[in-house]
C-alpha cells in the first residue's frame, strides 16, 4: 500500500541555520508533492507544489526538492526564525481535482 | 488560492446525540469539498468527498450513515456526525482547490470532543 514517511522526530535548530525536513514515499509515482505548515490546532497552510518532472523549487526561504529515482523530498527553511516552529506536513497528489495522500508531519522547533 | 470558513471551531457534545459541521468556501465555487480528519500527533486521513448536487465519495472504512456529507450549493458542504461516541473524538478539517497545480486551501478545523 502507498506509506509516505515523515521524520516522527522533533527537529530543534539555532535560530539562523537551515532545517532539512525529510519526506519519502513507496508503492506510488506522484504527479506532483506538495508541502504544508500545519501550527497547533490549526488547518494545514499551503507552502510549496513541485511536479514530478521538477528537481527544485524555490519561495523566499523555502526550498524543496524532488528526486523520483530515490522517491525523496527535501524541504529546506534556510535562516530560520523561531516563528517557523511548526509541524510540517508532506502531501502527495496524483493530479487532477483528486485526493491528497499526507505524511504524519515533522515538527520543527527553532530556538533562539 | 481560495478562502475556506469553517464552523464551528470547537464543539463539545454528549454521546448519542448529533453535530453539524459546516465549510463554506468564501470566494471561489467549489464543486468538490475534501473532509478530513487528524487524530493527535497522526496525519491527515481523508474521510470523504462532497460534490456539489450529488452523493459524496467516501473513503474505504468511514461510515456512510454515521458521517453524513451535503454539498447542496457550490459554497457549503457540511458535515454531520451521527450518533457521536467518544471515538469519534477528533480535529475534523475541510479543503478545497482551485486548481490541478494549486495548493488545498484548508478550513481550521473543528476540534470535537465527544463526553
Known amino acids: 500500500s502507498q506509506k509516505i514517511e515523515q521524520n516522527s522526530e522533533a527537529l530543534n535548530i539555532q535560530e539562523g541555520k537551515t532545517a532539512t525536513l525529510t519526506c519519502n514515499y513507496t508503492?506510488?509515482?506522484?504527479?506532483?508533492l506538495q508541502w504544508y505548515r500545519q501550527d497547533p490546532g490549526r488547518g494545514p497552510v499551503f507552502l510549496l507544489l513541485?511536479?514530478?518532472?521538477?528537481k527544485e523549487k524555490r519561495k523566499e526561504r523555502l526550498k524543496v526538492t524532488f528526486d523520483t529515482t530515490l522517491k525523496q523530498s527535501l524541504f529546506h527553511i534556510t535562516a530560520s526564525q523561531p516563528a517557523d516552529s511548526a509541524t510540517y506536513l508532506c502531501?502527495?497528489?496524483?493530479?487532477?481535482?483528486?485526493?491528497?495522500?499526507f505524511g504524519a508531519g515533522t515538527r520543527l522547533a527553532v530556538h533562539p | 488560492g481560495a478562502v475556506v470558513s469553517q464552523h464551528p471551531s470547537w464543539v463539545i457534545c454528549k454521546s448519542g446525540t448529533s453535530v453539524k459541521i459546516e465549510c463554506r468556501s468564501l470566494?471561489?465555487?467549489?464543486?468538490?469539498m475534501f473532509w478530513y480528519r487528524q487524530f493527535p500527533k497522526q496525519s491527515l486521513m481523508l474521510m470523504a468527498t462532497?460534490?456539489?448536487?450529488?452523493?459524496?465519495?467516501?473513503e474505504q472504512g468511514v461510515e456512510k450513515d454515521k458521517f453524513l456529507i451535503n454539498h447542496a450549493s457550490l459554497t457549503l458542504s457540511t458535515l454531520t456526525v451521527t450518533s457521536a461516541h467518544p471515538e469519534d473524538s477528533s480535529f475534523y478539517i475541510c479543503?478545497?482547490?482551485?486548481?490541478?497545480?494549486?495548493?488545498?486551501?484548508f478550513g481550521s478545523g473543528t476540534r470535537l470532543t465527544v463526553v
Open positions: 479543503s478545497v482547490t482551485i486548481g490541478q497545480w494549486d495548493g488545498y486551501t
Open positions: 508503492n506510488y509515482s506522484p504527479a506532483y
Open positions: 513541485i511536479r514530478e518532472n521538477e
Open positions: 502531501a502527495l497528489g496524483p493530479g487532477g481535482y483528486n485526493k491528497l495522500i
Open positions: 470566494d471561489f465555487q467549489a464543486t468538490t
Open positions: 462532497s460534490n456539489e448536487g450529488s452523493k459524496a465519495t467516501y
